[in-house]
């Protein structure tokens, strides 16, 4: 099935500097989620984008879906420790797919 | 609302032996999804129950496989348990109408280590 490339891997940043993934893909995304997991925890879903453009907003978190539909981003203004854990991207292309995973970016944060 | 549960939480095996995990989705979902999570590979799909039938398979060998009762519990089977089997097994439900429509509420996972 289609892949999804996160990236960075790995990011670490001072407690109260901003941080942002990215979520790309070669082909057209018909939806997109986002999901965060805390170290010894299980993924929590965070936000679904299906529109071209769209942009959403949750406290210090701003979402992003591609014009393109190819590519989202997660940012978050002023990290908190509260923050620290990894975040996925998913999308589902119906059929016989299921939901696919990126690899995640983890975001360490130190204070 | 009660969240998804996992039993086991944990769990022990040797090579060759089979194990079975159990999945209790939210009251109402009837959509359960497992998916099997390791450092190396990330979170991968193994496959989706609804309505006591399979509708998508992730792309795992015949070894795993699963159920669904009616009343929406899940359980998955591994057999012929391998040491790269050993991972956290993910279960997860959610709502098949209305929005946000891919919305998954995960359970805390069955961490499975074969020796």
């Known amino acids: 099935g289609q892949q999804v490339m996160q990236i960075p891997q790995y990011q670490h940043v001072q407690e109260g500097e901003d941080f942002t993934t990215y979520c790309n893909s070669s082909?057209?995304?018909?939806?997109i989620q986002w999901y965060k997991q805390r170290p010894g925890g299980h993924p929590v879903f965070l936000i679904q984008l299906v529109k071209s453009g769209e942009v959403k907003k949750q406290k210090r978190l701003t979402f992003q879906f591609g014009e393109a539909k190819k590519n989202s981003s997660l940012h978050i203004t002023a990290t908190q420790t509260t923050d620290v854990g990894t975040y996925f991207c998913?999308?589902?292309?119906?059929?016989?797919?299921?939901?696919?995973f990126g690899k995640g970016t983890h975001l360490i944060i130190q204070p | 609302k009660a969240g998804v549960t996992q039993t086991p939480r944990y769990l022990i095996k040797t090579r060759g032996q089979q194990v079975t995990l159990s999945c209790s989705p939210i009251?109402?979902?009837?959509?359960v999804s497992w998916y099997q999570q390791t450092p190396g590979q990330g979170l991968q799909f193994l496959f989706e129950y609804f309505s006591e039938t399979q509708r998508n398979k992730g792309n795992f060998p015949g070894r795993f496989s699963g159920r669904q009762f009616s009343n929406s519990r899940s359980e998955m089977n591994v057999s012929t348990l391998e040491l790269g089997d050993s991972a956290l097994y993910l279960c997860?439900?959610?709502?098949?109408?209305?929005?946000?429509?891919?919305?998954?509420?995960f359970g805390p996972g069955t961490r499975l280590t074969v020796t």
């Open positions: 082909t057209t995304l018909s939806n």
């Open positions: 998913t999308y589902s292309g119906g059929g016989a797919d299921g939901l696919t």
């Open positions: 997860a439900s959610r709502r098949t109408s209305g929005s946000p429509a891919y919305e998954q509420y």
């Open positions: 009251s109402g979902h009837r959509s």
